[in-house]
């Protein structure tokens, strides 16, 4: 019963490399979101998708990009990292309506120097 | 106006004291309202979710919503240290172009002294 998986849980980058946060769900949701959590701050959503093919900005998606060609993945791609996207990355996901909680992965730790 | 806003912290109760946590938000196709506890280096789970006007209780927890004033709360009754934690408001909207989006506050930390 794996829930949301996410991979790697903890990453150095040096500034100007690119990678990969992967995130994968197991309970059939269509819904998906990654957020990123500074220090002492709330959850900012970065980019949203209700379902395959389907994408969306969310708050903060500068830096970033996203795809979902399949239900079960939402990775996350940063492009030349700077140390301004030092933060938690959470991977969440929840089922089709409005009335459905999200579901957490245990977050990846990014540090870019 | 940012779209989910809560009361600013920190907030310190003792412990057996009710525990008070507000949230506003600011887009009225928002349909679905939650409370997620975060403990420090962990993920959010799920206290409270709320979809209708009026009160929701769980326990020791009450949920609040008043969509006429686009506001949402949590009471926690009997607080305990174990409490302590940071408590986030998420809003999801149901509807519009931005269906499925949940949008977090800023988070409450609350700390319940013994």
């Known amino acids: 019963n794996a829930g949301v998986t996410q991979t790697p849980k903890f990453r150095i980058l040096k500034i100007g490399q690119s990678m990969t946060l992967q995130c994968a769900q197991d309970m059939n949701h269509n819904y998906m979101y990654w957020y990123r959590q500074d220090p002492g701050m709330g959850l900012k959503l970065i980019y949203y998708s209700v379902g395959a093919g389907i994408t969306d900005k969310g708050e903060v998606p500068n830096g970033y990009n996203v795809s979902r060609s399949t239900t079960e993945d939402f990775p996350l791609r940063l492009e030349l990292a700077a140390p301004s996207q030092t933060s938690v990355y959470f991977c969440?996901?929840?089922?089709?309506?409005?009335?459905?909680?999200?579901?957490f992965g245990q977050g990846t730790r990014l540090t870019v120097v | 106006q940012k779209e989910v806003e809560q009361n600013s912290g920190p907030l310190s109760v003792p412990e057996g004291a009710i525990a008070s946590l507000n949230c506003t938000y600011s887009?009225?196709?928002?349909?679905?309202f939650f409370w997620y506890r975060q403990y420090s280096g962990k993920s959010p789970e799920l206290i409270m979710s709320?979809?209708?006007?009026g009160d929701k209780e769980d326990g020791r927890f009450t949920a609040q919503l008043n969509k006429a004033s686009q506001y949402v709360s949590l009471l926690i009754r009997d607080s305990q240290p174990s409490d302590s934690a940071t408590y986030l408001c998420a809003v999801k909207d149901a509807g519009g172009t931005s269906y499925g989006k949940l949008t977090f506050g800023q988070g409450t930390i609350l700390t319940v002294h013994p």
């Open positions: 709320i979809y209708s006007n």
């Open positions: 887009d009225r196709v928002s349909q679905s």
């Open positions: 969440a996901s929840s089922y089709y309506g409005g009335n459905t909680e999200a579901f």
